[in-house]
């Protein structure tokens, strides 16, 4: 079966909707959905071997294995589905629809797991139609998968507003601390910390040990994930080997920011002995090492080095640089 939307189509509708045209763009992009969803059914269709999604790099591919754990194989879908998905949500959001949205940006979701902001809006959509369980889920859920530290802050700013709501201050203090840390300017955690003044003034002005504590007591991993940055500088190891200097540098930028300019060292340090040390256990360095194999040793290298996450002077990542 032929596909009749191409990444052409897909562009010249976000055009409409970057000059704010929402409708000149819900119909085609109501004509591409209906188009991806007959050829997914035909095309696309999972099963306990295979899976079909829309990552953007390979990247999201390697994290989307070292965090599901999935064991089929994955397969690109032709196009970006995905953003099919999240522009027919933005749209249905400029109308109000917002239940709509929220089955739009679960669409997204779906066809890439591992983009947070899909997740984060598709939290506050929940947020807005009253499921504050779903709300808080998604965001948890970022925490473990967020490869941008703005995204990783925002999430916890959500998670400290669930907390806030239901009267747990003390956690809500420990999450405003990581959301600060890492997204200091974002709306959520502007409007998280200044709820938590008024309203919880002691906890708001608790010590960091107090607030970290309130955090681990309840079993909450309030740090981005080691995996995560790992993969990011081992696509920037690999871009850089193929002679692509700004790819990767944006990959070990986006490292750094999560767990630190220290810790990036190390773990880009780690990544060159482990590759080197494993392609020579691989029959004198002829077989290629799987980059799962990388990931594991590096993971417990680190472990027993240390923790991974590394914060600057003022109690965090540098998120803005």
């Known amino acids: 079966m032929d596909l009749s939307v191409s990444l052409e189509d897909i562009q010249h509708v976000e055009n409409f909707l970057g000059q704010g045209d929402v409708e000149s763009a819900l119909p ?3 004509e591409m959905r209906d188009a991806i969803e007959d050829y997914a059914e035909c095309v696309c269709r ?3 071997h295979i899976q079909y999604f829309t990552f953007s790099d390979s990247f999201e591919l390697l994290a989307y294995r070292r965090v599901e754990k999935d064991p089929r194989t994955i397969q690109q879908a032709p196009i970006p589905f995905d953003r099919v998905y999240s522009d027919l949500a933005f749209v249905y959001i400029q109308q109000q629809e917002y239940a709509l949205a929220r089955d739009a940006l679960k669409q997204a979701v779906r066809w890439n797991p591992m983009n947070c902001a899909y997740r984060l809006d598709l939290a ?3 947020r807005v139609l009253g499921d504050t369980r779903e709300w808080a889920a998604l965001n948890y859920s970022v925490l473990a998968r967020a490869a941008d530290a703005k995204l990783f802050g925002r999430a916890c700013a959500g998670l400290g507003l669930f907390f806030l709501d239901k009267d747990e201050k003390m956690l809500a203090s420990g999450f405003a601390r990581r959301a600060a840390a890492y997204a200091p300017g974002e709306r959520q955690t502007l409007s998280l910390m200044q709820r938590l003044m008024a309203e919880a003034p002691e906890e708001a ?3 960091e040990e107090e607030a970290a504590r309130a955090l681990e007591e309840q079993g909450f991993e ?4 080691a995996e995560i940055a790992i993969c990011l500088l081992m696509c920037a190891t690999d871009a850089a080997q193929e002679g692509d200097r700004n790819e990767a540098t944006r990959y070990t930028l986006r490292a750094r ?4 300019e220290d810790a990036a060292k190390a773990l880009i340090q780690l990544i060159r002995e482990t590759d080197a040390e494993l392609a020579a256990e691989h029959t004198g360095g002829n077989a290629p090492v799987s980059e799962g194999e ?3 040793a590096v993971m417990a290298a680190s472990a027993k ?3 991974v996450a590394a914060e600057n002077e003022d109690g965090g990542p540098d998120a803005e640089s």
Not at 257 to 260: F, I, P, R, S, Y
């Open 46 to 48: 999972a099963t306990d």
């Open 124 to 126: 506050e959509l929940y």
């Open 294 to 296: 990388v990931v594991d």
């Open 222 to 225: 309030a740090d981005p994930n």
């Open 257 to 260: 920011d999560l767990v630190g």
């Open 305 to 307: 080095a240390g923790p």
């Open 28 to 30: 085609a992009l109501l």
């Open 205 to 207: 002005n608790a010590s």
